[in-house]
Structure formats: C-alpha cells, structure tokens
C-alpha cells in the first residue's frame, strides 16, 4: 500500500498562488488513480481534481477549472496541485487520495488560508 504526504499548504493573499505537493511511499503513485480533495471545517472533503493513471487527462471540478492544475511526477513520485487566482473561499484543508480498486488512501492533509 500506498502512504501519502501532503505539503506546500500556508497563508495566501487573494490572488496569490500556492503549489501543493502530495509524495508517496511503499507503491508507486503512477500504480493508482490519484485525487485531490478539501474540506472546510464542518463538511464533507469535496474531490476537486482527478488523475487516472499516467496517459489520460485530469478530470476537475468547476470549481477549480481554469485556476487549479494537477500534475503528476513518477520521478519524484508525487503529484501536485497548482493553485493560480486563489479566493478567501479556497480556504480549507487539501487533501490527496490514492484509489485502486477497493482501497484508497488518504494523507494527512496540508492547510491552504487565503486572506488579506
């Protein structure tokens, strides 16, 4: 199985841009499809992008569409969150998740604040 880190979180200005990077151990994260997720105090993790396995294109949400990319390096076995135009409601924790078949795994998180 796969353990995964997540890092690159901090406190933003609105517009400003951070990279999130999301480095697993034990597998390969080219071995499952990869995901990135938030939540915000009280709610459900929302999946905000999506990463089958190496060769097919990233699935986002319209809510990060145009201002988020998500990347992936096998070299350095992580994935990345490119988040551009960042807004006061970006704030929240970010996630990354490995999904194959049945299991999935998440890291521990990293949090993102965007504020004046």
């Known amino acids: 199985q796969v353990q995964l880190v997540e890092s690159g979180g901090g406190l933003v200005q609105p517009g400003g841009s951070l990279r999130l990077s999301c480095v697993g151990s034990?597998?390969?994260?080219?071995?499952?499809?990869m995901s990135w997720y938030r939540q915000d105090p009280g709610k459900e993790r929302a999946v905000l992008a999506v990463?089958?396995?190496?060769?097919?294109?990233?699935t986002y949400m319209n809510s990060v569409k145009g201002r988020f990319t998500m990347s992936r390096n096998n070299v350095e076995n992580a994935v990345y969150l490119q988040m551009n135009a960042l807004k006061p409601e970006d704030t929240a924790a970010y996630f990354c998740?490995?999904?194959?078949?049945?299991?999935?795994?998440w890291g521990q998180g990293t949090q993102v604040t965007v504020s004046s």
């Open positions: 034990g597998d390969t994260v080219s071995n499952y499809t």
């Open positions: 990463m089958p396995r190496p060769g097919t294109s990233v």
């Open positions: 998740k490995a999904t194959r078949g049945m299991a999935e795994y």
